[in-house]
């Protein structure tokens, strides 16, 4: 009797946990930065989101990457998902030197370094994985584990990410962290470059009424030589808001985060496209923005 009301308690709970958010669910609350929540079992959801990166140290450059989702709740505790990952590039001798490249531009060995610079193609499929081992609605942190490996081409990449979440003031406030490292395949030119990379993001995000969410997010991302990370290549900052609007039909989240001059570079060609504290080259840009449209179906 006793252990069979504890388990009506316990469904009361989730359930008004549910009830409470359920205008909201299946939602990304901040731009990057993923939450420990799952889709409930037997939903879907389409997903659009337009990442853009601009600005180097002169010149022009644009890099814009799109990813179209359809997301799927399989069970209580796992999600999963397929990405059509593409890109569009615009660059103009950007570079500290007055020469046109930027990351992700994968510029052919014959081209003129001091001409425009146009790329555009469908990169990558990704197929996204989130299980979730505890719920942030109901348990102390919730916790979910990530795993996504993408195939393209030009790209390949496996990327894996542990995902914390802390609910404070009756869920309207979320503190999200996520750490992850990602190994990398990509052809450059004539070239095969093999990467790793590690990101620490955390944010919080806070509903300041109805259908509303306003944030910051901050991320350290370092990048590492090869499989591994014993040849560290360089670390970055970035800082930005976010601000998010939900209803039942569907939501809309966007984000802006610009680099910090907190940069360093550990070999002699990552120091040697740091400016003002920022670092640049293949690497990075001074600004970056994410629109996510989420609609169930």
């Known amino acids: 009797m006793l252990l069979s009301s504890q388990r009506v308690a316990t469904a009361t709970v ?6 409470s958010r359920s205008a909201v669910a299946g939602e990304s609350p901040m731009g990057w930065i993923y939450t420990a929540e799952v889709a409930p079992p037997g939903t879907r959801e389409f997903e659009q989101w337009v990442d853009v990166q601009t600005k180097q140290t002169r010149g022009d450059y644009t890099n814009v990457r799109l990813r179209s ?8 505790k796992y999600q999963t998902a397929i990405y059509l990952n593409s890109r569009f590039i615009r660059a103009y ?8 490249a930027g990351p ?4 052919p060995d014959t081209f003129d370094p001091t001409s425009r610079y146009k790329m555009s193609r469908v990169e990558s499929v990704s197929w996204e994985n989130i299980y979730q081992l505890s719920n942030p609605l109901v348990d102390p942190v919730g916790l979910a584990v990530y795993v996504e490996p993408s195939w393209g081409r030009r790209n390949k990449e496996l990327e894996f990410k542990l995902i914390l979440q802390k609910n404070f003031l009756d869920d309207r406030v979320i503190w999200a962290t996520n750490l992850s490292t990602a190994l990398e395949n990509n052809k450059r030119g ?3 470059e093999k990467a790793t990379e590690l990101d620490l993001l955390t944010g919080v995000s806070y509903r300041f009424m109805n259908n509303w969410s306003a944030g910051i997010e901050v991320r350290n991302h370092r990048e590492f030589t090869g499989y591994g990370y014993g040849v560290a290549n360089h670390s970055a900052w970035f800082l930005g808001p976010n601000v998010h609007y939900a209803t039942k039909g569907w939501w809309l989240t966007a984000a802006w985060r610009s680099q910090m001059p907190w940069a360093s570079g550990f070999q002699d060609d990552q120091k040697e ?10 690497e990075h840009t001074r600004n970056q923005f994410v629109l996510k449209l989420g609609v169930p179906f």
């Open 104 to 107: 992700n531009t994968d510029i």
């Open 14 to 19: 989730i359930g008004l946990a549910l009830l």
């Open 190 to 192: 004539s070239d095969v």
């Open 273 to 282: 496209v740091i400016s003002g504290g920022r670092i640049y080259g293949d």
């Open 69 to 76: 989702e359809l997301e799927f709740g399989i069970t209580s």
């Open 93 to 100: 001798r950007n570079q500290m030197d007055g020469t046109t």
